[in-house]
Structures are given as C-alpha cells and as structure tokens.
C-alpha cells in the first residue's frame, strides 16, 4: 500500500482560535467506532494529505473529549472542525 503524500502547513490566522470538532474512532478493546467530540484552541498548525488535499488540523488545550481519551492534542479534519464565537 502507498503511503499518503503529506504536506505540513500553518495558518497563523487560527492561532489560538476556539474550536469544536467531530468525528469517529474506535471504542477501546472493540471493532466499533463512536461518535467523538473535542473542544479546544487550534495551534495553526495543519496537514494536508493526498491529492486533492485532505486537510487537518492540530487542536490542543482540550476542554471536552472523550472519556480515557490519553492525549494532549488532536486532529480534525477540516469539514469536521466548527469555530467558536469570541
């Protein structure tokens, strides 16, 4: 299988801005996926993958996440990723 063309990317216009993302992953120890929500402050920083180019972006300072969830950060793709009002 071909590894994903991945570009690294930021938008200092995101810096800082809060944000909500959604989306799916695997429940622990299972084969099944469930819904996911994260709330945080994205860090400009992105990735974009493939052609056409599938954009993420790197959220930290996690406010909501899922219960066990072990990180500091996530990624959300970017049609997933809602800004928050100031």
């Known amino acids: 299988m071909a590894l994903l063309d991945v570009r690294p990317g930021f ?5 800082g801005k ?5 989306g799916g992953g695997i429940l622990p120890g299972g084969r099944y996926a469930a819904r996911q ?6 860090t400009g920083e992105f990735r974009d993958h493939g052609n056409p180019a599938w954009r993420w972006y790197l959220m930290n300072e996690l406010t ?9 950060t996530v990624w959300c793709e970017s049609e997933s990723l809602f800004l928050l009002e100031e």
């Open 11 to 15: 938008d200092p216009m995101l810096t």
């Open 18 to 22: 809060r944000a909500e993302c959604d």
């Open 37 to 42: 929500e994260f709330t945080g402050s994205l």
């Open 64 to 72: 909501q996440k899922p219960d066990n969830y072990p990180h500091e």
